[in-house]
């Protein structure tokens, strides 16, 4: 055989060693070294042609010239036979992973037949004695296709078998599913062994026949496993919503799915809420009512204005008294601490409900931060494929899909995310001149000082309003007019408020129209911002009202529960103008367009407006946790109702979007805005009212206190006279409640990790850019050493 030339790149002549074999540092700098030169020269990837090559030089040595131009740079002329430079390159490059895998199945099933011998050798298992280590071909060293002395496809195959046999059956299932073979090549392969193991079994089953008892315990076996995995197969169809998800994201694409899979985000957070106050608060307060009887009868029209029979009922704050309902004789927890000796550890109903709020609002808290650093890293995953088109064509079918709802299912929802995907990259826009800059600036400049000055006159009118009927409600409530005309006054102001929210969106969607934005996902934003903007300075404007006329509400009845009155026809008037701008503004508008204007196009889902109106409802919902406990019940019914009110419309009504958009980040988006805004303001509310505001006088769990924080310290006083022994409760009271480090501390870490794992997202995706720009360069410096070693192949030439 003949030798390399003595020049750098040295490589071991060596190709029959049964004991050497190419180290994986070797054959990663090989894979690398080579990789663009394969790129460039995918044509001699084909044993045929290699072969025909080699023969040609044999034969016809003279007349041995390349394809074409770019081929001259492997193989050159020579006098008698191949350069030995020439076999050198076309040995090493027919020995690269890169050139077998992708080439013939028996490397496919050569490589994965090594990979179960070193794993049956790693779990400690006996090697075959039939196989000796030369019978086990290398996919490293030969060219497993063009070799006739290597075995045979069905030697491969029968080899493969024969090592899977001796793995466990969830190693073989493991490794079964990672052969890169067709689904007829595995199943022959699962068929050959099959027939392999049922001689085994024969010849077990001649030699020591089963007892009944083992027969029996058998079939239960395979039962319970059968079952198992049918209980596994349900589970995702199990799960809230499951097909008609899917439905959506097939036909309407990720953007529109976004909303639905925001509201059902949201229905899991009050379904968790409304049970913990169920459990701790509403269930006892239940079992042991007021002995005050409700002396009103209930018409039908609380449904609406929340008032009249439900004013004395679980649903609001004045309902609950200040008793300790395991001690009916203690006495309330007034300024007065002087109370005889109470049990201990008695369930005292103002701390039970404190701190059952408290709860509710740190473990929503929880969630939230969860979700939104759940979602975040799966928008903003390092080095994640899911926009890579080549991977949605050739590897997003799932053949595990048999029956036909579900194929036609899969189809649509491919091409709706390839058509996101080509959409996505048809929007990437050439850069603009200077005056085109400049015009767009000042459009956008002009589009955000309408839309503010329309934020600060809706404010002001909504400010005005209120204060003249509030002064409307005082001469009715003067006169002593009748219940209906009272109640129907309360319903005016949460109805203008609603009629605000639901026709400025549509004068934001005519200056989106008017600016033009570059992508779909940019004006959807921009429409969020703005509508949120209208809706969070409104509702900030109502809870400054509601703070500051607690004292006016307080001399007939409970402050907190005229404004759990108010948040709950609010919420009311909420759903009824959603339910009339989804009527008149998808229903009504397709059968106009399709009856009179004779035109096949619907309106396009508005994903802006729709999810601000569960951001709206959602703070509505947090602002009411302490002043109308059950609240969140009627949220979770509200967005139930709208869920399949939604999709019935979106089904019926609607049409896919016009410009197809890829929304991955648009989930957590949404989220964000849910935390920051709507939760942290909410929070700032409720902890400003329950450390400053002085709760009502003859209504309430906290009546008598100055503040509703005051019964933590009057409950502490209490338990160190009666229980000395636990006094390491008040402690904890002491040095981690009332003392503001401990929470400061806690915001500072949370601070701490979230900035920490932005920076690592950060750094990680730097690292990827320069390991592609790394992978790049060297595949330029390979090129450049291959014509370095042809151009000393040349220089041997001409001094020969």
């Known amino acids: 055989m003949s030798q390399p030339p003595p020049f750098t790149l040295h490589v071991s002549e060596d190709t029959e060693s049964d004991n050497q074999e190419l180290s994986p540092d070797n054959e990663g700098a090989l894979h690398t070294s080579f990789r663009q030169l394969i790129q460039e020269q995918s044509s001699l990837a084909e044993a045929g042609t290699e072969l025909e090559l080699q023969e040609r030089g044999r034969g016809h040595p003279a007349h041995l010239a390349p394809p074409d131009a770019s081929a001259s740079a492997w193989l050159e002329p020579g006098q008698g036979e191949q350069h030995p430079g020439d076999s050198t390159t076309l040995r090493i490059l027919a020995s690269m992973p890169s050139r077998t895998i992708g080439r013939s199945r028996g490397a496919i099933i050569s490589q994965y037949y090594n990979r179960t011998a070193r794993l049956r050798r790693r779990s400690s298992r006996p090697s075959l004695q039939q196989l000796s280590r030369a019978a086990r071909p290398s996919l490293r060293q030969y060219d497993l296709e063009t070799d006739p002395a290597r075995a045979t496809l069905e030697d491969k195959r029968s080899l493969l078998a024969k090592e899977l046999l001796s793995l466990s059956p969830s190693q073989r299932s493991h490794m079964l599913l990672s052969v890169p073979l067709s689904l007829a090549e595995k199943r022959a392969l699962r068929r050959e062994l099959n027939e392999q193991r049922s001689p085994l079994g024969l010849r077990a089953h001649h030699a020591a026949a089963p007892s009944p008892c083992g027969w029996s315990k058998d079939y239960v076996a395979l039962g319970c496993r059968h079952l198992w995995y049918r209980l596994l197969a349900l589970l995702p169809a199990a799960q809230p919503w499951h097909y008609a998800l899917k439905q959506i994201g097939g036909r309407f694409g990720s953007s529109v799915l976004s909303y639905f899979l925001f509201l059902k985000t949201l229905l899991m957070f009050n379904v968790f809420s409304f049970l913990i106050l169920l459990v701790f608060v509403v269930a006892l307060q239940a079992a042991y009512p007021p002995a005050k009887a409700n002396q009103q009868s209930f018409t039908g029209f609380e449904l609406l204005t929340g008032a009249g ?215 959807v934003y921009v429409a969020i911002c703005r509508n949120l903007l209208l809706k969070m300075v409104v509702l900030g404007l109502l809870c400054y009202q509601w703070l500051s006329r607690r004292v006016v509400c307080s001399y007939e009845e409970c402050w907190e529960t005229c404004v759990g009155q108010d948040l709950y026809r609010f919420m009311v008037m909420d759903f009824v103008f959603t339910l009339l701008d989804t009527i008149f503004g998808e229903l009504v508008w397709r059968l106009i367009s399709e009856k009179r204007l004779k035109s096949k196009q619907r309106p396009e889902f508005d994903i802006a407006r729709n999810v601000l109106e569960l951001i709206y409802g959602q703070t509505l919902t947090w602002l009411g946790v302490l002043f109308a406990p059950l609240l969140s019940a009627v949220q979770v019914l509200k967005l139930l109702l709208l869920f399949y009110i939604k999709k019935t419309s979106l089904m ?105 794992n932005i920076q690592v997202v950060r750094g990680q995706q730097r690292i990827i850019c320069l390991l592609k720009e790394q992978i790049a360069n060297e595949g330029e410096d390979k090129i450049f050493l291959i014509h370095k070693l042809h151009s000393i192949c040349k220089q041997k030439e001409r001094c020969a």
């Open 309 to 523: 029979y439900f004013t004395h009922s679980l649903l609001y704050y004045g309902y609950y008294g200040n008793i300790t309902l395991n001690d009916p004789s203690a006495s309330s927890l007034s300024g007065s601490v002087a109370a005889p000796a109470a049990p201990p550890l008695p369930y005292n109903m103002p701390l039970a409900y404190l701190f059952t709020v408290g709860v509710s609002f740190f473990a929503t808290c929880i969630l939230l931060v969860y979700s939104m650093y759940h979602s975040f890293g799966e928008s903003y995953r390092v080095g994640s494929s899911a926009g890579d088109l080549a991977i949605k064509v050739f590897c997003a079918w799932d053949f595990k899909v048999i029956q036909r709802r579900s194929v036609k299912l899969q189809c649509e929802n491919i091409c709706t995310q390839l058509k996101e995907l080509l959409a996505e990259r048809r929007s990437r826009s050439c850069p603009l001149s200077l005056c085109q800059r400049l015009g767009r600036v000042a459009v956008l400049l002009l589009a955000w000082v309408l839309s503010l000055s329309t934020v600060l006159g809706c404010v002001v009118a909504v400010h005005y309003f209120s204060e003249h009927m509030h002064a409307v409600q005082q001469e009715h409530r003067a006169l002593a007019g009748s219940s209906w005309q009272r109640e129907g006054i309360l319903l005016v102001l949460p109805l203008t408020v609603s009629l605000l929210n639901t026709l400025m969106p549509h004068l934001y969607n005519l200056l989106a129209t008017w600016e033009r934005q570059d992508s779909p996902e940019v004006e």
């Open 652 to 756: 019926q009504n609607c049409q896919a979007p016009s410009k197809p958009w890829q929304a991955s980040r648009m989930r957590t988006v949404f989220i964000t805005l849910l935390c920051f805004p709507s939760f942290l303001g909410t929070a700032v509310f409720i902890s400003y009212t329950i450390w400053s505001v002085k709760p009502s006088e003859t209504c309430g769990p906290f009546q008598g206190l100055e503040t509703i924080y005051k019964s933590v310290n009057v409950w502490a006083k209490l338990l160190e006279k009666s229980s000395p022994n636990i006094t390491w409760l008040t402690w904890l009271h002491q040095y981690l409640v009332e003392n503001t480090f401990f929470l400061f501390f806690l915001s500072g870490v949370l601070l701490a990790v979230t900035y920490f």
